[in-house]
């Protein structure tokens, strides 16, 4: 387990780090990305800096070790030592490829000025989109490389599935693992993700240059 793409990719297997409550320290997959990956009763801190500033600010945020590495105390120190930003703690799923055409009518979009294209063009690199009547799906690379989807559905076509339609159009779009970050709080979106058979890996709060 030496790098975040190791960690990750050991995940998709289903293969995770011991559950002994430690913490990993390893290198940032790239300057863009900085965080933390929680597992089961074992997190990976991805960053550039010193080990040993890691360690003494995860003692400083005063609570149960398991919770240090997604503490809020320990995050703002983070986000101070490196000048970054930070959203919120996203749940963190995975999901096979699937083989054959994808369940419903994809027409891909090129140079698109759709905002959840737009976005991603922000985090992620090799962004491609497509879309379908009432809604967009997105892949791209974004930490350390992993192939992240994201969907959109519009306001007048909602809870009629389409979500989950998309997110499951993904799995036969890829030839790899498909990745993504689903806020906790947007429970219809994790229910569309997990009815489109996507797992739980843990949790993750990903810091961006401000």
Known sequence: ?????????????????????????????????????????????????????????????????????????????LMDRTGRAHDTVDALLVAEPLPGEAPLDL??????????VAYARERRDEVRAWEADGGVVVLGRGVAGRLEVSAEVADGVRHRGLGRLLVGAARHLAAEPVWAQVSPGNARSVRAFQAAGYLPVGAEALLLPR
């Open 107 to 116: 027409v891909e979009l090129s140079g698109s000025g759709h905002p959840r």
């Open 1 to 77: 387990m030496d790098t975040l793409r190791d960690v990750l990719d050991a995940a998709a297997r289903g293969v995770f780090p011991p559950e002994d409550g430690a913490t990993t320290i390893v290198r940032a997959p790239s300057p863009r990305d900085t965080g933390v990956l929680s597992l089961t009763a074992h997190a990976v801190v991805f960053t550039d800096e010193d080990p040993r500033w890691v360690r003494a600010a995860l003692r400083a945020a005063g609570c149960d070790p398991l919770a240090a590495p997604l503490n809020p105390r320990f995050l703002t120190a």
